[in-house]
């Protein structure tokens, strides 16, 4: 779905300010290395551009910002309506992140933040509206993993504190924290990150996106045993 195509955006919601990083595909995704092979980065560079490609058509996003320092990656993103922010160099990821919501509240003061992991590429853009709805209730919340261990999305509201606590077992740091787990039974693409094989197989039976499916469509071709 394009920017174009975004779906009405729901009487009285929050338009939210989405931060999302994107790591260079060249070194993104590295335990897909067994699988993919050479077609790791560009199936990293397809996830990130399809879950953000998403978020943008969501009608609770009033704007993306990718932090990411990969440039080709950028400019893909930049021409679908991201705003493209560099990372900081040695930050972290919870450094970049802060970094991207002082950016968006500089620009919209007022706005409710949101960070987002960049390999969902199963999201759908209501899926994401029905767990940002969700957000508006509490000052902070969160969306766990499918595996119950990471966060996949989280949430400050307007005029609150954004601390987000990404890595590791993030999702019991989140709630250690006081943010509110959005326990949700209709948000499966919210929840479904990438980080194994067995992952990418169940996001593509979700569905995944136009550039994720493409990606996978030349890596599990069949080779041709009298090609050169």
Known sequence: MSTQERLAQPSGSV??????????????????????????????????????GAALACPSVTEVLAITPDPESGAVLAELGALVVPDEPTGGLNAALGHGCALARARRPDCAVAAMLADLPALRPQELALALAAAQAHPTSFVGDAAGIGTTLYCANQGVAFAPRFGGPSRAAHLSSGAVELLLPTIPSVRKDVDTEEDLHQARDLGVGPRTDAALTALLRPVDPGAD
């Open 15 to 52: 338009g939210w300010s989405l931060v999302v990083p994107v790591k260079p595909a060249a070194i993104g995704k590295s335990r897909l290395a067994p699988f993919a092979g050479q077609h790791r980065t560009g199936l990293a560079r397809a996830m990130a551009i399809d879950t953000i």
